[in-house]
């Protein structure tokens, strides 16, 4: 009995092209925070940081706390100039 | 997460604070927007009033911030997955197990998530398959879908935001930010069972974002207006939302797909969906009937800046199906050709004969429970009665449909979503152009859509039955043309 072999089919992919991505160093951490600009960019949901927020400026008063809130969830973003006075950025609830 | 990428690049240290289930989506953005190392806290949903949560974290956002970098966190480098063109080789059987293979996904429960697939089984794109689709366009093989004409694309509500594109910009197809060639949509509608011929419209719907939206797309809904229509045999009489038409489900399903493979949205992985809906699910697409349009109506091409024999596809988000007032189709007839039965009765107009205006019926308490605007898929007849009763176009419709859900700011406050549309009523109310804190608890504000055009629409269907489909979203987004992807 003479053996038929299957045809081989090429199959196609479905996925989309992931751009190539150039990754980069996370930005140099604060050796103390102590007299320095910590920006609070509050978003999405923002029950954890009712007591947060007031924890932060109680308990740490040598830190100079600026606040940009916004109830969606695309932060409101720091413009150019506040930029140039903060220094670190604290974000969330959300992405 | 591009905001935080943004920061970190320009030296600004920073950290995220993300709900627990978040996590992988956080790590997943991280590394396509090129900070793989992102510092991120988990917080939990479950603590009440935050408090607890905010003792416990307080201290590790902080350390985040002062915490020296690791190696890991100190490295550049590159990220770039590879895909390959041909993913399998075997037997159609073999094929048949690969394309339908499943991964169990913690984030879900460890339920099954299909790798390929929208969940259903889908044809084998094989080489030849694939290049039988490509019949269906001009367009060579490897070209990139890119924006045929400049672009507007929609907000959704109160979580997605609107931007502006320009013709020739490479679409983009979330949620992981991916580019696809021709050759790819053509693999996607194969799987989904198109024919060659509807590969315009699937182009078109690629064009538009395929239903991806910000990665939480759902597959989308989808309507096309113009003669390809009537080309490809879409079904725009009765059961045109129901099973049994070919080019009404397959490109309807693309979406979906498109999403999955195009987009990689896995769920809990990639991103971060709610509940999905079950309008979308499976693919909502169908096509307006044209010829039913009474003196004086524009079509939606037309209605959308294009000329009347131009195809176009437009993408919009339907919401809940059967908004409104319910009426067995027989009653509306009554109340039409005799002034009687339940509606006549309504409106007061009892053995009048129409034309009445059936939207005050249809409407009534409409925005009681819901926000925003809705589509009507009237038939002939019903449009007819409307023109005749006054509505001599569509936007007049709109108007009347947008004017009917003003509503006093003092109720419009305790809506669900107005902290967000308003931002916590720091915002600007549109119709005032005041803040939201100026205006009198009795000033009247709508509860339905910003503007009459971009919250409503009406769409003709074939149907001998005085039956209207209503659903809430729609309105009018940007169109994309079908006939520049022949």
């Known amino acids: 009995m003479a053996v038929t072999k299957e045809k081989v089919y090429k199959c196609l992919n479905p996925v989309g092209n992931q751009e190539p991505v150039e990754t980069f160093p996370l930005a140099p951490r604060l050796k103390s925070l102590a007299g320095k600009t910590v920006h609070l960019s509050i978003c999405g949901e923002a029950d954890i940081w009712v007591p947060l927020e007031k924890k932060f400026k109680t308990e740490y008063p040598d830190i100079n706390w600026t606040v940009h809130k916004r109830f969606h969830i695309v932060p409101m973003e720091l413009t150019e100039?506040?930029?140039?006075?903060?220094?670190?950025?604290i974000l969330g609830v959300c992405w | 997460m591009p905001y935080l990428a943004d920061l970190e690049k320009s030296g600004i240290p920073t950290v995220i604070i993300n709900y627990d289930e978040e996590t992988g989506k956080v790590e997943h953005d991280s590394v396509v927007f090129g900070i793989p190392k992102l510092r991120h806290i988990v917080a939990s949903r479950n603590s009440p009033g935050g408090v607890e949560e905010a003792e416990k974290l307080a201290q590790p956002i902080l350390d985040a911030l002062t915490r020296p970098l690791n190696a890991e966190e100190k490295k550049s480098g590159k990220w770039s997955p590879k895909e390959k063109r041909v993913l399998f080789e075997g037997t159609l059987e073999e094929a048949e197990e690969f394309y339908h293979q499943t991964e169990n996904l913690p984030g879900i429960l460890n339920a099954p998530f299909a790798t390929y697939t929208d969940g259903l089984p889908v044809?084998?794109?094989?080489?030849?398959?694939?290049?039988?689709?490509?019949?269906?366009?001009?367009?060579?093989?490897?070209?990139?879908?890119?924006?045929?004409?400049?672009?507007?694309?929609?907000?959704?509500g109160a979580v997605e935001t609107g931007y502006k594109q320009k013709k020739g910009d490479v679409v983009k197809f979330m949620p992981m930010y991916r580019t696809a060639t021709v050759e790819q949509v053509a693999v996607n509608a194969v799987m989904a069972g198109c024919k060659p011929e509807y590969f315009p419209v699937v182009l078109a719907l690629a064009e538009s974002g395929g239903g991806t939206g910000d990665g939480r797309g759902g597959g989308g809904?989808?309507?096309?207006?113009?003669?390809?229509?009537?080309?490809?045999?879409?079904?725009?009489?009765?059961?045109?939302?129901?099973?049994?038409?070919?080019?009404?489900?397959?490109?309807?399903?693309?979406?979906?797909?498109?999403?999955?493979?195009?987009?990689?949205?896995?769920?809990?992985?990639?991103?971060?969906?709610?509940?999905?809906?079950?309008?979308?699910?499976?693919?909502?697409?169908?096509?307006?009937?044209?010829?039913?349009?009474?003196?004086?109506?524009?079509?939606?091409?037309?209605?959308?800046?294009?000329?009347?024999?131009?195809?176009?596809?437009?993408?919009?988000?339907?919401?809940?199906?059967?908004?409104?007032?319910?009426?067995?189709?027989?009653?509306?007839?009554?109340?039409?050709?005799?002034?009687h039965g339940a509606i006549a009765r309504f409106l007061d107009v009892k053995g009048i004969v129409g034309?009445?205006?059936?939207?005050?019926?249809?409407?009534?308490?409409?925005?009681?429970?819901?926000?925003?605007?809705?589509?009507?898929?009237?038939?002939?007849?019903?449009?007819?009665?409307?023109?005749?009763y006054g509505f001599k176009t569509k936007q007049s419709i709109y108007e009347w449909l947008w004017k009917r859900s003003f509503e006093p700011v003092k109720n419009f406050k305790l809506r669900g979503n107005q902290d967000f549309v308003t931002n916590g009523w720091l915002g600007i109310e549109k119709t005032s152009g005041k803040h939201w804190k100026e205006l009198s608890d009795d000033y009247m504000v709508p509860a339905g859509g910003d503007d009459p055009f971009g919250s409503y629409n009406i769409m003709i269907m074939n149907m001998q039955e005085t039956a209207c489909a209503r659903f809430s979203g729609g309105g009018h987004s940007q169109g994309y043309s079908i006939d520049a992807w022949r």
């Open chain 2, 123 to 156: 044809i084998i794109p094989t080489e030849e398959k694939v290049k039988e689709m490509l019949t269906g366009t001009s367009h060579r093989p490897d070209e990139l879908i890119t924006l045929q004409r400049d672009s507007a694309v929609q907000g959704f």
């Open chain 2, 221 to 339: 809904s989808f309507v096309v207006s113009g003669p390809i229509y009537k080309e490809i045999g879409m079904n725009v009489t009765n059961s045109l939302f129901g099973p049994g038409n070919p080019a009404n489900k397959t490109i309807g399903r693309v979406g979906s797909l498109f999403w999955r493979n195009l987009g990689g949205y896995k769920e809990t992985v990639t991103t971060i969906t709610t509940i999905g809906s079950p309008v979308t699910n499976g693919g909502l697409m169908f096509a307006e009937y044209a010829e039913g349009l009474p003196k004086g109506w524009k079509g939606l091409n037309e209605e959308l800046g294009f000329k009347k024999n131009e195809s176009v596809l437009m993408s919009f988000r339907a919401g809940s199906w059967g908004v409104g007032q319910q009426n067995a189709p027989g009653v509306y007839r009554s109340l039409q050709r005799t002034g």
């Open chain 1, 81 to 89: 100039e506040e930029r140039k006075t903060t220094d670190a950025v």
């Open chain 2, 355 to 388: 034309p009445h205006n059936y939207l005050e019926y249809l409407t009534k308490d409409l925005w009681a429970t819901m926000e925003g605007g809705v589509t009507l898929v009237f038939p002939p007849q019903i449009a007819q009665d409307m023109s005749d």
